[in-house]
T-cell receptor, first 115, second 112 residues
Framework: DAGVIQSPRHEVTEMGQEVTLRCKPISGHDYLFWYRQTMMRGLELLIYFNNNVPIDDSGMPEDRFSAKMPNASFSTLKIQPSEPRDSAVYFC?????????????FGPGTRLTVL | GNSVTQMEGPVTLSEEAFLTINCTYT??????LFWYVQYPGEGLQLLLK?????DKGSNKGFEATYRKETTSFHLEKGSVQVSDSAVYFC???????????FGKGTLLTVNP
């Protein structure tokens, strides 16, 4: 299994530009999570999906952020317009349902730099 | 709400030293507890877990015991190696909620 796949691995953009981050979860996993990691705030959950439906988006910082999951094998996190304070590493993770002890499998992350 | 508090470090040890990273939690009900490890430039990987009180999770020489009476899940290893250098995250998941709540992470550096 290829694991969780994220693209791009690195993104450098200028303030005001639209940024789209992509994630392919592990086949058969029905939960997908988007996290943001910064030195100041640590690891924060932004949003998660179950069977392609957003369940909890309370961690999405503001309206500039949006996430979609059009099918079971693809999700996007979009920032429009981007700001320097959005610079962070964004992780996607997926898991199987069926128990509170189920492991979340993380992708390698996308390092976003907004100039 | 749920929360996790872990020693922030950084922690610097010599090879073969004993490691303890403290983790305490606040949660309603009976959460599952996890330790994740993040090597430089990589995503997080599950290191070990425990799903009920008094369970001991173990992997790669690391251990942690779910102590409900002290709401703790401290990570230990008897003899660390240079390859253990990484950031370690304590996390919990409460009940039917599939969200993971993470601590801030502890950077461990092991010198030869």
């Amino acid at each position: 299994d290829a694991g969780v796949i994220q693209s791009p691995r690195h993104e450098v953009t200028e303030m005001g530009q639209e940024v789209t981050l992509r994630c392919k979860p592990i086949s058969g996993h029905d939960y997908l999570f988007w996290y943001r990691q910064t030195m100041m705030r640590g690891l924060e959950l932004l949003i998660y999906f179950n069977n392609n439906v957003p369940i909890d988006d309370s961690g999405m910082p503001e309206d500039r952020f949006s996430a979609k999951m059009p099918n079971a094998s693809f999700s996007t996190l979009k920032i429009q317009p981007s700001e320097p304070r959005d610079s962070a590493v964004y992780f996607c993770a997926s898991s199987l349902t069926g128990g509170a002890g189920n492991e979340q499998f993380f992708g390698p992350g996308t390092r976003l730099t907004v100039l | 709400g749920n929360s996790v508090t872990q020693m922030e470090g950084p922690v610097t040890l010599s090879e073969e030293a004993f490691l303890t990273i403290n983790c305490t939690y606040t949660a309603t009900g009976y959460p599952s507890l996890f330790w994740y490890v993040q090597y430089p430039g990589e995503g997080l990987q599950l290191l070990l877990k425990a799903t009920k009180a008094d369970d001991k999770g173990s992997n790669k020489g690391f251990e942690a015991t779910y102590r409900k009476e002290t709401t703790s899940f401290h990570l230990e290893k008897g003899s660390v190696q240079v390859s253990d250098s990484a950031v370690y995250f304590c996390a919990l998941r409460g009940g039917s909620n599939y969200k993971l709540t993470f601590g801030k992470g502890t950077l461990l550096t092991v010198n030869p």
